[in-house]
């Protein structure tokens, strides 16, 4: 199974924990997380923090969806993300998702529709019971990763409190927590979550996008002098 195979039918952009059991001859079964990159019927494109051999059977959870049967297709080079040193994998499923494995996989979660630009800015966010500070660590139109020594439940709704140094704009945003990595995961992801932002107003919509046109312009400004970095 190549490329070619993971390849025919087309991706869709998607961000969902990957839960992985590695089998391997004569070893036990590992268990590595991860987040998917794209999601097939045929497969997905996983970020894992262990680089895998070609041909390594394995079962995989992407999301809310069921355990699949894969194999490792390809490994891509190491690449340094906005959330650690990961690898990215191409994985075949042993057998076609239907359209409701699909759905199953994306339920509760929607499509990233804009993409995400590393940055590094403190938030504060409150929940029912308390106000806390994060890092945010990256940022796209539909929500974000927050950096934290004690992350918040999926499910969690709160009011984040977004003012970039330097952005004119301060406002607050509604958002739910959709996924959490704590500080007990081996991966190389920092503890935190990464929270959805629920029910933006065109308003709020048009600040975020300026921030986010303001952010990837620094950002690329910054690329332009340090070419050796790769941000994913």
């Known amino acids: 199974m190549g490329r070619s195979a993971y390849r025919r039918y087309p991706r869709i952009e998607v961000y969902v924990p990957a839960q992985c059991t590695i089998f391997t001859p004569g070893v036990p079964p590992m268990s590595l997380k991860g987040k998917t990159r794209d999601v097939s019927p045929g497969g997905a494109l996983v ?46 499923f042993a057998r076609d998702l239907d359209v409701s494995g699909l759905r199953q996989i994306l339920n509760g979660r ?61 406002f607050s945003l509604w958002s739910r927590v959709v996924w959490t990595n704590g500080l007990e995961n081996t991966n190389s992801y920092p503890a935190g979550f990464g929270v959805r932002f629920l029910k933006l107003q065109q308003t709020e919509k048009t600040h975020l996008s300026a921030m986010l046109d303001e952010l990837q ?12 970095t790769s941000i994913a």
Request: aromatic share 4%.
């Open 217 to 228: 312009f620094r950002s690329d400004s910054v690329a332009s002098v340090s070419p050796e």
């Open 110 to 170: 929607q499509r990233q529709r804009h993409g995400r630009v590393a940055t590094r800015f403190p938030v504060e966010y409150t929940d029912l019971d308390r106000s806390a500070t994060g890092t945010c660590l990256n940022l796209s139109q539909n929500g974000m990763f927050i950096a934290t020594p004690e992350p918040l439940c999926p499910g969690q709704d709160l009011l984040v409190h977004v003012a970039p140094p330097g952005l004119m704009h301060i």
């Open 47 to 92: 970020l894992l923090s262990t680089c895998l051999p070609r041909l390594t059977k394995l079962k995989i959870r992407l999301g809310d969806g069921p355990e699949i049967r894969s194999q490792v297709a390809w490994a891509g080079r190491v690449l340094l993300t906005d959330l650690g040193t990961v690898t990215g994998h191409g994985v075949a």
